[in-house]
């Protein structure tokens, strides 16, 4: 097994190394012609993930075990779980832990649009103005911290393996940037990523200013979710080009700003 010293130097590679590819890629090929100034919301969407990473990391020194990877070696060692009660090839369980974790993301993405509370909290990662590399970090550190222990608690009742889960954080944190991206793919590309991974395109629609499509395409990885569950649309009405982008009742700069955004959850609640 990987040790935790490797296991952060992986995540921490990945992570910045397909920011900055696909921040590069956005420049040289973008989608969609941006509305704000970019230096700002930057300004402030990294903030945002260094005030979440200071939340994950005070919540582990404060609760054990909240690293989802350590509930994963706590299950094992307890023998806690579904796949800790049968003895399916290893292979298997893998697969099986990868893709029902992703679903355990999917379905908590629903929640935080159907349930009043939670979208009080996601409203801030929908407001951004614009879509790109940066809007797949920008998510509310209250979230993050709800988000921490949803997963803690779906890998403790899956007894997936801390292999599985490490590489699943891996690969959602890696998908979540490029299915964030402002990143122009060629059109058959796009049809043939689609069937398998959420797509640019294809998220970029539960980012449109209109409701009907803001609540379709929930997925960060798998695309098999949205189309199983009847939530998939595969176009905006618009078309990209065209498109509005965020919250009708937050059409103004103000979403841009770091205060505002992490103020937004204790202000009067609009759903828009």
């Known amino acids: 097994m990987i040790d935790p010293f490797s296991q952060t130097g992986i995540r921490f590679a990945v992570f910045f190394g397909v920011l900055i590819a696909f921040g590069i890629l956005e420049m040289l090929h973008p989608r969609r012609r941006l509305t704000v100034d970019k230096v700002r919301r930057w300004l402030t969407n990294f903030s945002i993930i260094a005030l979440n990473s200071l939340v994950v990391r005070i919540m582990a020194a404060l609760s054990v075990p909240?690293?989802?990877?350590?509930?994963?070696?706590?299950?094992?060692?307890?023998?806690?779980?579904?796949?800790?009660?049968?003895?399916?090839?290893?292979?298997?369980?893998?697969?099986l832990a990868v893709a029902l974790l992703d679903l355990a993301i999917w379905v908590q993405h629903v929640a935080s649009h159907k349930v009043p509370v939670f979208w009080r909290l996601h409203q801030m990662h929908h407001a951004d103005p614009d879509i790109d590399v940066t809007t797949g970090i920008r998510f509310h550190p209250i979230e993050i911290a709800l988000s921490t222990l949803w997963k803690i608690a779906c890998v403790m009742a899956l007894g997936a393996s801390p292999l599985a889960v490490f590489v699943f954080e891996v690969l959602l944190n890696a998908t979540a940037l490029f299915s964030h991206s402002n990143v122009a793919l060629p059109e058959r590309l796009d049809r043939i990523?689609?069937?398998?991974?959420?797509?640019?395109?294809?998220?970029?629609?539960?980012?449109?200013i209109e409701r009907h499509e803001h609540d379709s395409n929930y997925g960060f990885n798998l695309s098999v979710w949205d189309r199983l569950f009847g939530t998939y649309r595969a176009e905006p009405e618009k078309g990209h080009e065209h498109m509005t982008i965020g919250l009708k009742s937050y059409q103004s700069?103000?979403?841009?700003g770091l205060k505002w955004s992490l103020s937004l959850p204790f202000k009067p609640l609009r759903r828009g």
């Open 253 to 256: 700069g103000e979403p841009a």
């Open 193 to 208: 990523l689609r069937r398998v991974i959420v797509t640019p395109d294809m998220h970029r629609v539960h980012h449109s």
């Open 66 to 95: 909240l690293a989802a990877i350590a509930a994963a070696h706590y299950a094992g060692d307890n023998g806690w779980g579904l796949l800790n009660a049968v003895e399916w090839p290893s292979a298997v369980e893998f697969v």
